[in-house]
């Protein structure tokens, strides 16, 4: 016989089962709208397939998955698309999101259903694909999607498959009813899961407070599958918890069961593998207790995907008088639902309608005792009063230093505190602030890559066009040097050549202007020797500084009478001017002269 081992905390809340376990599992009919949320699982939510105004069929394609992380949406009935927008939905922020809402036509007419055929069940990818198209996610009540808990990855070899048929939560006795009532589903799925993950062993694990499922367990299990039965204590239906209580071994912190050789699947994922693989037939209904004293006839519903709250209430025989709240799951873990117009989802395991005297309004919190109840109480080994102050002082790396995220929530802490402190609700804002957070660090550290990948890539391209610049320098004093070379044979003998062959052989520029100069210099001593050409130019400056004379004489007169020293200044320019054109007709004349003896 196994031994059971014991995990650190828990508490024994009252149970209240038995007020739902009177009736066998009823279905609960067709409502005239169906709500389909796109992301009623813990990924990326599906993207629609269909359109407004299309009519469908029962199991028929609504949603596709969006990623791995992801699963398709299907019809639970028939009927026509008439709307694609937010509608409210159960989730603790109550906020809106995308569905698909279908107004069923009562004929609950179907699409042809195939059952994966027997030579593809022993490929383990013909499976996983089988169980993602058939939209499966978890069953009791986390929502994540089970192909990709089936998808261990490399390295991780999987020595225990784990069927949980715990459900600790007070009230919920939905996976109760569904072991007492489908034993041989669970175990045809629990047959499914162990061939596509080859364990060494598979452990059924139960409660000592649902005898009946016990028995209808065993009597239905193959001889390779043990049912182990331990002592009821919440939350032992947690996943760490139940693998410490069956194989005495712990999760590490921030680690998944996979990573020491475990996975575990609720009792109701095992029969929606079944259904899929053995069927064909989607994810579209799920078993839901829907319980509390306000209601007339707890129990047990067939419920299809979709189906609102308040329609499935009123079935119940709800008493909206008594009613105090609506709350989606159990008292410990549930949140309340503030719209009954809410759909019934994968992960609605429960609807708890409690009357004000069963579940009273908490009392205002007050302040901390530092009494260590919550620790003494906390299954994940936990420091739930540190983490309280850590969260009101939004210290959100000590929150992540202290393992925040191995809080799974299960409210043993606030259920014994004594001042009345909502601590889940701290913890569970706290998570979604630092979630929040670290997707704003990755989208800043994206945007920082792709900025740094910029700035590589310009700068390679300013380096492309300097190699460029510097080869067409090169090359243009390759051909600089060429043709001062050339220059330099042509000028032989000269200085201006050679100094234009050194500047070239130094610098193409220097050696362009130097050219320049030599031509030029060269230019004037062959007009210095033509007698025409000097005459002209003489003559050009006699008749320049002829009129810059006339107008000095011009503005000595006007200045008779004015300023003296202006006076004096402008008589001395007149006198320069005078010598300069007296000087400039002298070399005018002998230039003259010597033309003339020439000719």
């Given at each position: 016989m196994r031994r059971v081992h014991d995990f650190h905390g828990g508490i024994h809340p009252p149970e209240n089962k038995a007020l739902s376990l009177t009736a066998r599992i009823q279905p609960a009919g067709i409502p005239p709208q169906l709500v389909l949320p796109l992301g009623q699982h813990i990924g990326a939510p599906a993207q629609p397939v269909v359109r407004v105004g299309q009519a469908v069929r029962g199991g028929e394609l609504l949603a596709e998955a969006d990623g791995f992380v992801s699963v398709p949406v299907h019809a639970p009935t028939s009927g026509t698309v008439s709307a694609i927008e937010d509608?409210?939905?159960?989730?603790?922020?109550?906020?809106?999101?995308?569905?698909?809402?279908?107004?069923?036509?009562?004929?609950?007419?179907?699409?042809?259903?195939?059952?994966?055929?027997?030579?593809?069940?022993?490929?383990?990818?013909?499976?996983?694909?089988r169980i993602q198209a058939a939209g499966i996610a978890g069953m009791g009540g986390a929502g994540f999607p089970t192909a990709v808990k089936l998808s261990p990855g490399p390295g991780k070899a999987i020595e225990t498959l784990i069927i949980n048929g715990t459900e600790c939560e007070p009230y919920i006795t939905a996976d109760d009813m569904l072991m007492r009532e489908r034993a041989s589903d669970i175990v045809a799925g629990t047959r499914i899961l162990a061939e596509l993950l080859g364990p060494r062993e598979i452990l059924i694990g139960i409660e000592d407070n649902k005898p009946e499922a016990i028995a209808a367990v065993r009597a239905a299990a193959d001889p390779a599958m043990e049912v182990v039965v331990f002592?009821?204590?919440?939350?032992?239906?947690?996943?760490?918890?139940?693998?410490?209580?069956?194989?005495?071994?712990?999760?590490?912190?921030?680690?998944?069961?996979?990573?020491?050789?475990?996975?575990?699947?609720?009792?109701?994922?095992?029969?929606?593998?079944?259904?899929?693989?053995?069927?064909?037939?989607?994810?579209?209904?799920?078993v839901t207790t829907v319980t509390g004293e306000a209601v007339a006839h707890p129990g047990n519903y067939e419920v299809l995907l979709?189906?609102?709250?308040?329609?499935?209430?009123?079935?119940?025989?709800?008493?909206?008088?008594?009613?105090?709240?609506?709350?989606?799951?159990?008292?410990?873990?549930?949140?309340?639902?503030?719209?009954?117009?809410?759909?019934?989802?994968?992960?609605?395991?429960?609807?708890?309608?409690?009357?004000?005297?069963?579940?009273?309004?908490?009392?205002?919190?007050?302040?901390?005792?530092?009494?260590?109840?919550?620790?003494?109480?906390?299954?994940?080994?936990?420091?739930?009063?540190?983490?309280?102050?850590?969260?009101?002082?939004?210290?959100?790396?000590?929150?992540?230093?202290?393992?925040?995220?191995?809080?799974?929530?299960?409210?043993?802490?606030?259920?014994?505190?004594?001042s009345h402190i909502p601590l889940v609700q701290y913890y569970r804002a706290s998570k979604a602030e630092i979630i929040d957070r670290r997707r704003e660090a990755e989208k800043a550290e994206h945007a920082r890559e792709r900025f740094e990948a910029r700035q590589a890539r310009m700068e390679r391209l300013a380096a492309e066009r300097e190699a460029k610049r510097a080869e067409r320098k090169r090359a243009a004093e390759a051909r600089a040097r060429a043709k001062a070379e050339a220059a330099a044979a042509e000028d032989a003998g000269t200085g201006a050549a050679e100094g234009a062959r050194a500047a070239a052989s130094e610098d193409p520029i220097q050696a362009a202007i130097e050219r320049a100069r030599?031509?030029?210099?060269?230019?004037?001593?062959?007009?210095?020797?033509?007698?025409?050409?000097?005459?002209?130019?003489?003559?050009?400056?006699?008749?320049?500084?002829?009129?810059?004379?006339?107008?000095?004489?011009?503005?000595?007169?006007?200045?008779?009478?004015?300023?003296?020293?202006?006076?004096?200044?402008?008589?001395?320019?007149?006198?320069?001017?005078?010598?300069?054109?007296?000087?400039?007709?002298?070399?005018?004349?002998?230039?003259?002269?010597?033309?003339?003896?020439?000719?």
């Open positions: 509608r409210p939905v159960p989730h603790p922020s109550g906020l809106s999101a995308p569905c698909i809402v279908i107004d069923s036509d009562g004929a609950d007419s179907w699409v042809t259903l195939a059952p994966l055929p027997d030579a593809e069940r022993g490929d383990p990818t013909k499976l996983r694909e002592p009821t204590k919440y939350p032992s239906g947690g996943e760490k918890q139940l693998i410490e209580i069956l194989l005495g071994r712990q999760v590490p912190s921030g680690g998944i069961p996979a990573d020491i050789g475990v996975v575990c699947q609720n009792v109701g994922t095992a029969v929606a593998v079944h259904e899929a693989v053995a069927l064909g037939r989607p994810l579209v209904s799920r979709g189906t609102p709250m308040g329609w499935l209430l009123e079935r119940a025989g709800v008493d909206t008088e008594r009613a105090r709240r609506l709350v989606m799951g159990g008292p410990m873990m549930g949140f309340s639902i503030p719209d009954p117009a809410c759909p019934v989802i994968k992960t609605t395991n429960c609807l708890l309608v409690p009357t004000e005297a069963e579940l009273p309004t908490p009392p205002p919190a007050q302040a901390c005792i530092r009494c260590g109840l919550c620790a003494e109480a906390c299954p994940a080994t936990l420091l739930p009063q540190q983490l309280y102050w850590f969260a009101r002082g939004k210290e959100y790396d000590k929150l992540e230093g202290h393992n925040l995220f191995d809080c799974i929530e299960c409210g043993a802490c606030s259920y014994v505190c004594p030599a031509r030029k210099a060269a230019l004037a001593a062959r007009r210095e020797d033509d007698p025409a050409e000097r005459i002209d130019k003489l003559s050009a400056n006699v008749d320049a500084i002829a009129k810059r004379l006339a107008a000095a004489r011009e503005k000595l007169e006007a200045c008779n009478g004015g300023d003296a020293s202006v006076a004096e200044a402008l008589q001395r320019a007149v006198e320069k001017t005078e010598d300069k054109l007296a000087k400039a007709e002298a070399a005018l004349r002998e230039a003259r002269e010597g033309a003339s003896e020439e000719a």
